[in-house]
C-alpha cells in the first residue's frame, strides 16, 4: 500500500520551535523527503533522509526512522516567512514520490 | 544554472475545450520530466513522467496526455476538458540517479474548467 499521513495545520509563535511529524507506510522505500510550499506558488525541496537519524541545515532538521515508518521536520528560531506548507513524501520502490496532503503552518507573531 | 519554465501561469477554460500546458528546462540535459496535479487539501498526484525523449509513462489513466518533443521540452495536453481537471498543474524536473527525488519545480499553471 501507499500510505501517508501528516497533520493538517499547525500553529506557532514566532521565535519559538515546531516539529512536524509525517508516518508512512510502505513495503518499498528509497528515502524521505520534506518540501516548502507557499501559498500560491510552487513546492521547493528542503532536505532528504535515506538513512535513519537526524539531517541538519541551517534552521531546519530533518529525522527518520525506518523501523517505525515516520520522519519529522523541525524548523527552529521561526520566522513569518516560514509560514507556508510542509510536504511530506517517500520514494518507493518505482523510485517515484508519494506525497502526503501537506501541513499548513501559521506563525503568529 | 538551471531554469524551469511552464505557461500559461492561469487560464479558464469552458468544459470541452482543449488544452496545451508547455514547460520547458535550461541548463542541464537529459532530465527526468513529471506532470503533476495539486487539489486543495491533497498531495501531489503524478500524472505523467519522461526519462527521454517521446518515452512518457502515465500514472493515472485520464482524458489527459502528454508529450516530449525535445529533450528539455514537456507538454500536457488534453482534447476535451472535463471539470475535475481543475486544479493547479505543477511541471517538475530532477536529475537521473540518485538526486531523482529532489525535484525542480516550475511556477505551476492553474487550471479552472467552467
Known amino acids: 500500500g501507499q500510505n501517508i499521513d501528516q497533520p493538517t495545520e499547525m500553529t506557532a509563535t514566532e521565535g519559538a520551535i515546531v516539529q512536524i511529524n509525517c508516518t508512512y507506510q510502505?513495503?518499498?522505500?528509497?528515502?524521505l523527503f520534506w518540501y516548502q510550499q507557499h501559498a500560491g506558488e510552487a513546492p521547493t525541496f528542503l532536505s532528504y533522509?535515506?538513512l535513519d537519524g537526524l539531517e541538519e541545515k541551517g534552521r531546519f532538521s530533518s529525522f527518520l526512522s525506518r523501523s517505525k515508518g515516520y520522519s519529522y521536520l523541525l524548523l527552529k528560531e521561526l520566522q513569518m516567512k516560514d509560514s507556508a506548507s510542509y510536504l511530506c513524501?517517500?520514494?518507493?520502490?518505482?523510485?517515484?514520490?508519494?506525497w502526503g496532503a501537506g501541513t499548513k503552518l501559521i506563525i503568529k507573531p | 544554472s538551471q531554469t524551469i519554465h511552464q505557461w500559461p501561469a492561469t487560464l479558464v477554460q469552458p468544459v470541452g475545450s482543449p488544452l496545451s500546458l508547455e514547460c520547458t528546462v535550461e541548463?542541464?540535459?537529459?532530465?527526468?520530466l513529471y506532470w503533476y496535479r495539486q487539489a486543495a487539501g491533497r498531495g501531489l498526484q503524478l500524472l505523467f513522467y519522461?526519462?527521454?525523449?517521446?518515452?512518457i509513462s502515465s500514472e493515472v489513466p485520464q482524458n489527459l496526455s502528454a508529450s516530449r518533443p525535445q529533450d528539455r521540452q514537456f507538454i500536457l495536453s488534453s482534447k476535451k476538458l472535463l471539470l475535475s481537471d481543475s486544479g493547479f498543474y505543477l511541471c517538475?524536473?530532477?536529475?537521473?540517479?540518485?538526486?531523482?527525488?529532489?525535484?525542480?519545480f516550475g511556477e505551476g499553471s492553474r487550471l479552472t474548467v467552467l
Open positions: 517538475a524536473w530532477s536529475r537521473v540517479g540518485v538526486h531523482t527525488g529532489e525535484l525542480f
Open positions: 541548463g542541464t540535459s537529459n532530465p527526468n
Open positions: 519522461s526519462v527521454g525523449i517521446g518515452q
Open positions: 510502505t513495503s518499498g522505500f528509497n528515502g
Open positions: 533522509n535515506v
Open positions: 513524501a517517500y520514494m518507493d520502490s518505482n523510485y517515484q514520490l508519494i
